[in-house]
């Protein structure tokens, strides 16, 4: 756990150099860090996911972003690809790399201003977060398309905070189908090494029994 602590201080770290040039102005938070950092998700994430304002220019962002990260970090690698522009760092502290990702075209989403903190860091960064609602929409579409564990993951953390699920019961019987798949090994080892010690017991015992009523419910109601 402690490397990805110190992973997470990292992400606060890169927040707010992306913030010392006025980066976030025109970058969206989302993904399960913001969901961490912003909401106090409980389980770590390992990357920075953004979404760039329609109106702000790719090239010169991703130039900018480049010349900030390079002068503080060993860049990994860096791409302006068509959709998105992607970097990697590292740091001789930790033994993985973080990534950031910042989706070029932008959707017509909701988002509010949100403090992004870490309880293993002492720094603060105002952002533009995606809110809840908007989120749980993202997570059930990014579930659809790549049925990774952690997003069911953070689909119940979000009901837990009282968004609701959506009415399209198709879909939330594609996500129940999504969620009877899971094997006993993507509890323990894919999704129990991002949880915490007593999270971990938990999820390997119950799996999503919460989020699996709820979206029995909604189905047939």
Sequence with gaps: MQALQNLEKLE???LELLNSIKALDSLYFGGGTMLRLCHN?????????????????????????????????KLVDSANKKFTLLYEIKVPSLNRSL????????QNFE???KIAFSKFSNKQVLVKGLTLK???????EALLSRQIIRDCFDIEFLLMRGVNL?????????VLSI????????????????????DRKFYIQ??????????????NS
């Design 12 to 14: 606060i770290e890169v």
């Design 41 to 73: 998700l409980n389980r770590y994430s390992t990357d920075l996911d953004f979404w760039l304002d329609i109106k702000t220019d790719p090239k010169s962002s991703f130039t900018s972003i480049k010349k900030i990260l390079t002068d503080n970090y």
């Design 99 to 106: 990534k950031i990702e910042i989706r070029k075209e932008q």
């Design 111 to 113: 988002w509010e201003r």
């Design 134 to 140: 908007q989120m749980l929409t993202n997570k059930i």
């Design 166 to 174: 959506p009415a399209d019961k198709d879909k939330l019987q594609k």
């Design 179 to 198: 969620i009877n798949n899971f094997k006993e090994q993507d509890y323990k080892v894919i999704l129990g090494s991002i949880l915490n010690e007593k």
């Design 206 to 219: 119950n799996k999503f029994s919460f989020l699996k009523e709820e979206l029995t419910r909604n189905i």
